[in-house]
Structures are given as C-alpha cells and as structure tokens.
C-alpha cells in the first residue's frame, strides 16, 4: 500500500463529497434532469466521462488484442455516437419526454413503456462498473473483492444523493479532467522507457499488430452491432433531455466523439506500452496500475491512480442515479396512484447498489456483463426507440412494438442462455438473431398496414349509396 495514493484517493473522495453536498437541491425537475438547463460545457463533460468507465477492460484488452481495442472498442462507438448527434439529439430534446419510458409510453402505449423501463433498469445497473472500482479499492487498499465493491458502492450512494443529477454533473466535471490528466502523464514516461512509439510497436506480439488482434472477423463485427447501444444509451438521452436546447444536445455530443478519440489514443497506446514493458503479467486487468508502479515516481503514480478512479466512478455513479431516476420517476408511479418521485429515487439509489453489488461479485466479469447486457437490451430497445422519433408511417404500431420488444428480449436471453463451453447455438452471436426477429416484426407490421390503408377507399365505396350518397341516416 502506498501512503501517497492512499491520501491522494482520500483528497479524491473529500472533494466528491464537498461537490455533493454544494449541488443539494429539492426541486423535482432539479434533481433529476438539472433544471433541463445543462450548457455545452458540462454537457461535454459529463458524457465523456459517463461513456469511458471500463477502463481496466480497455486496459486488459488492449494488453492482450493490441492495436485492435481502437478498432473494437472505439471506431464502433465513434460511429454510433455520430449518428445519435444527427438523426436524433435534437428530436430528443425537442420532445416533452424526461425518461426513454416516457417515449416508449407516448408512442406505443403504457405496455411498451412498462417493458422499455424494466430493460433501461437491467442497462444501468452498474454491475460492471461497481466491479471495477471495487477491483481498484483491492489493488491500491490491499481490500477484499467484497468488502471494496460495498464500500465503494455505499460512498457512491452516499455523494449522489443529496444533488441527484446536478450532483453527478458536477462531478463528472472533476473527474473529466482528472481521466485526461492522468494518462497524458503516464504515456509519455511510459513510451520514452519503452523507446517510443517504434520501441513499443517492435516489442508486441504479431497478433496484437493486426486489426483484428488474432479474434477473427465475427469477434470484431459483434461489437459494431452491440455499439448500436448508444441509440438507445439512457445516459445519452438522459443528457439531452437536460440540454439547455436541441442545439447544445446535438452539439455536445459531436464534441464529445473528439474526445473519446482523444482518450482512446491515451489508453490504448499506454496498454501496447505496458505490453512491451511487461511482457509476461499474469494478469492482464493489473496492466495500467503495474505500469504506474513501474514507471512512475510517487506523487505521479498517485495521480495515475486516481485518474483510474475518476474514470471508472464517473461512470458508476451516473449509472447509478440512472437506475435510481428510473425507480423514481418509472417504476414507482405503476405501484402507486400517488408517489413522491425524489423520495422514491433516493430509495431507487440503494435498491440500485445493492442490484450492482451482487451483479458484479456474481458475474465477477466486466467483458461478460457488457456483452451480455447489451445484447439483450439494444436488440430489444434498437428499432422501437429510434423509430418513435421517425414519422408515423415509419414507426411500429402500438400491438407489434410491444411484441417486438418482448420476443426480441426473450430471443436474446434465450441465446445467451443456452450457450455452451463458451459456444453460442449455431456459432452466432445472440444479438444477430434477435435483431432479425425485431426487424422481421416491423416489416410485418408495416406491410399489413400498408395492405390496410390501401383496401379502406373500396371498403368506402361500398358504404355507399346511388351518386356517392352514404345510406347510413
């Protein structure tokens, strides 16, 4: 245990709990969605900061894939995020919805709205991201698994729930400068005791050069298609039913994907360097906090440490008060004529850590709850979400969205399900199949509505009388 890091991360969650409690607020609207009134600047960093917690398993599987996480972990996302900021940022903030529930429900019904909020529940949930922290609690507190993904979760809780959203925008702030502060200091040591950016590229095995980083074709293209998570991403929508106008929505988010560039070439290029710097760590999740250790004085090993922290909290806690925003304002309102939606979130805030918790000490795998929560739910959510922001000719009707998003989400359970010595059925991936289905029911759907509407002027012909007359009184 290092004393430095050790006060360093005490400094870190002082700061968090003073930045709480100064963003405390009662105002409904406040609370969950900021006032609806988020600027360009915290909107940036906010989403930044959001969508990058996973950074052990950036660093796990650029130590182990190579050059291939930017091509898999980020090109992917890159593109998503694209066409999220031009085909519906501004048509989100622009409705009157505050939740994807809410979108669901003014579309498609009541029913469509109940299933579209049990699946954005199962998504932010936190699982993964409680499991990091907790993992980074082990390695610099010396904790036990258990006791640091309690701990950590408990403290998370604790910070968010006096400012709710304001709270986690706050903070996020933070923490989007701590995240870029402290990989561009370890980089740059790690590269010049590595020789360079040649130096590094000679020394990495000839799998971890390639584009694909020896997985092959299906392994890559699966997350292209799990990428499409960021068109039914709740944080995403989450932070543009808070912009200030459909303009900063769209605008933030096109800034933000230059960010994310950025800080792919941070982490990416620093895991090829703790590749060729340790050649032979047993385990690859430890790649950025033994490479701190290894090249790195105190005081900057300190900062390196809890920038990891800052990324993976930053994550965690806006997940967090997503799952509990969807208690608080979804969930409870279908068990109660009459709730007190903050008090609910607030109670949503523990059921959602405690979820958290025992998600990440059962899966015990951050790659395995991404992969398989986000099959699951973007399969499910993809079409009936993004086409309720579509003209009505476009858009499912009420009875088959409902059946999409349910067959869709069983077909995709199914598959993961029944997967076998870490083989799929058929050897294809879960999400390919239910999104076959998701889009076979929206061309039903939209063929029978195409036959209707074309049969309805015979029909009122026929109801007719002599000279166009009706007979009906």
């Not at 930044?48 to 992917?76: D, H, K, Q």
């Not at 959203?165 to 040591?189: A, C, D, E, K």
């Not at 912009?243 to 895991?271: C, H, K, M, N, Q």
């Not at 922290?309 to 109660?336: N, W």
Request: net charge positive; aromatic share 10%; hydrophobic share 55%.
């Amino acid at each position: 245990m290092n004393v430095v890091v050790v006060g360093a991360l005490g400094l870190y969650a002082a700061a968090l709990l003073l930045i709480g409690r100064r963003t405390r607020t009662k105002v409904q609207l406040e609370y969950l969605l900021a006032g609806r009134r988020l600027t360009t600047g915290p909107f940036v960093a906010t989403l930044v900061a959001t969508w990058y917690g996973g950074v052990l398993g950036v660093g796990e599987y650029s130590y182990r894939f190579g050059i291939s996480n930017w091509l898999v972990m980020g090109v992917p996302y890159y593109l998503a995020a694209l066409l999220f900021a031009f085909g519906l940022a501004r048509r989100v903030r622009a409705s009157a919805a505050l939740s994807i529930p809410d979108q669901l429900t003014a579309t498609y019904g009541p029913t469509a709205g109940r299933l579209g909020a049990l699946l954005v529940l199962l998504l932010a949930i936190p699982g993964a991201y409680v499991l990091m922290l907790g993992e980074l609690l082990g390695i610099y507190l010396g904790m036990s698994l258990a006791w640091a993904v309690i701990a950590g979760t408990a403290f998370t809780v604790i910070y968010v729930a006096a400012g709710g959203f304001r709270s986690v925008v706050s903070t996020n702030v933070f923490q989007f400068v701590l995240m870029y502060v402290g990989f561009i200091v370890v980089l740059p040591v790690a590269l010049h005791a590595a020789g360079g950016f040649s130096g590094v590229w000679a020394a990495l095995p000839a799998a971890s050069r390639t584009w694909d980083g020896g997985l092959g074709l299906q392994a890559v293209i699966v997350w292209y298609f799990i990428a499409m998570q960021t068109l039914v991403e709740p944080t995403f929508y989450q932070r543009c039913y808070a912009a200030e106008t459909p303009a900063v929505a769209r605008r933030g988010v096109l800034i933000s994907v230059g960010f994310w560039v950025l800080f792919d070439f941070l982490t990416t290029f620093t895991g090829l360097a703790a590749r060729a710097l340790m050649p032979h760590l047993s385990d690859p999740v430890l790649s950025y906090p033994e490479l701190g250790r290894l090249v790195l004085p105190p005081v900057a090993e300190a900062l390196f440490a809890v920038a990891m922290f800052a990324t993976v909290m930053s994550t965690a806690h806006s997940y967090l008060f997503l799952a509990a925003a969807t208690i608080g304002h979804d969930v409870a309102p279908e068990l109660a004529a009459r709730v007190d939606e903050r008090r609910w979130t607030v109670a949503g805030l523990v059921l959602a850590g405690a979820a958290a918790g025992g998600l990440a000490l059962a899966l015990r795998s951050v790659i395995a709850i991404w992969h398989d929560v986000g099959s699951i739910v973007t399969s499910a959510l993809l079409l009936p979400l993004v086409l309720s922001h579509a003209p009505e000719r476009l858009r499912f009707r009420r009875q088959p969205a409902v059946i999409a998003i349910l067959l869709t989400a069983l077909v995709a359970t199914g598959w993961i399900l029944a997967r076998s010595a870490g083989r799929y059925p058929l050897g294809v991936e879960p999400i390919f199949p239910a999104l076959a289905i998701s889009a076979a029911i929206w061309v039903a759907d939209r063929t029978l509505a195409r036959r209707r509407a074309a049969t309805r002027p015979g029909e009122a012909e026929q109801t007719k009388g002599p000279g166009g007359a009706s007979p009906l009184p």
